[in-house]
């Protein structure tokens, strides 16, 4: 190798180095800032650790993510309603009925509340 080409191998290199860099800030999430107990006990908010951890999870748990899902399940019915069949029964319908009804009776219970 000569001179030129390790020259421009090492600034490839530190572009590379430096778009990665850019590339896994820009990907990671921003890091959580810790939560100090009051005196009154642990202070609200996500606790390091705690469930769902990724961010897709977090969305699809929250009430916007349901009716998200909602909607696409919905759109694929209207769409094409053998296949959506087919996915629901590869689903555990047991499990998620009951979670349906468990957040509907507490939907009920705020609402009068």
Do not use: C, N, Y
């Not at 490839?12 to 100090?36: M, N």
């Amino acid at each position: 190798m000569t001179m030129a080409d390790e020259t421009a191998r090492h600034d490839t290199l530190a572009r590379l180095a430096q778009s990665r860099a850019e590339i896994r800030r820009v990907l990671e999430p921003p890091p959580r800032i810790a939560h100090e107990e009051s005196e009154d006990g642990p202070a609200d908010g996500p606790q390091e650790g705690a469930f769902p951890r990724s961010r897709t999870m977090k969305l699809l748990l929250s009430g916007r993510g349901i009716g998200t899902v909602g909607a696409v399940v919905g759109g694929l019915l209207m769409a094409r309603p053998a296949l959506a069949f087919r996915l629901l029964r590869m689903l555990p319908t047991g499990a998620v009925a009951r979670m349906l009804m468990i957040k509907a009776v507490a939907a009920l219970r705020t609402k009068r509340g």
